[in-house]
């Protein structure tokens, strides 16, 4: 009686490899495949929205208006010439310690609607500059400390300069600036588990895996010529 292949201790034994190593390998399969999906769509407003700016962002000059306003006012006296006493280390050019830089700010954004974060604010002997910054916005008040008047500059630019503004995290708080990350990194595996699926896709294999290699190769290439 002649033994069947499976019944020999050597075929045996493979046969219980192939048959420990098929569940894993559909299990990773199963799993790279439900992370690409629900990954992508998950994150799919941001891809989106960072695709697009990026080509704006390239082309600043298909989009782009701006428009600019100037008004003016008087701060009280008494929050520019304050009596508090000079630090230690004084070194007698930055004079924002007689200055009440919070009902400064907070009167001239009540006053004229400011938006965006107050970025800087510079006290000299003779006068006081602050400067508001936002995505696509800025606004700067020239403040004579003698008498309290001020001029505001505003400059107010397109949504496509907004949302230009939003790609780079420009003028952004902390919430925006964890959101670029989440997106850059959930991009990252949403790339890396769609090239992990082409290994577990028989058909057209090679040709997949060959552009793969040729996009990178490409960019690479345009890199190189961009930095010359």
Known sequence: ??????????????????????????????????????????????????????????????????????ADGILEQTWLNGTQPAPEDWDETDFGHQIDKL???????????????????????????????????????????????????????????????LHKGRHTGGAWSLLIDISAIASGLVAMSGLILVFYLKLNRTLRLALTGLGIAALFWLMRIAMQ
């Not at 629900?38 to 960072?50: D, V």
């Not at 954004?109 to 800087?120: P, Y």
């Not at 000299?124 to 003698?146: L, M, N």
């Open 1 to 70: 009686m002649t033994e069947s292949p499976l019944s020999q201790p050597g075929n045996s034994s493979a046969a219980a490899g192939n048959v420990t190593k098929k569940p894993v390998h559909r299990w990773l399969a199963k799993w790279f495949r439900w992370l690409h999906i629900y990954l992508s769509l998950l994150s799919f407003g941001a891809i989106l929205f960072f695709s697009i700016t990026g080509l704006t962002l390239n082309h600043p000059d298909w989009f782009f208006q701006e428009t600019t306003t100037t």
């Open 103 to 165: 009902s400064v700010v907070e009167t001239l954004r009540a006053r004229h609607s400011l938006s965006g974060r107050m970025s800087e604010f510079l006290a000299f002997q003779d006068e006081c500059e602050v400067t508001f910054q936002g995505p696509g916005y800025a606004a700067t008040a020239r403040i004579a400390r003698s008498n309290g008047h001020y001029t505001l500059t505003s400059t107010s630019n397109d949504l496509v300069s907004v949302m230009n503004d």
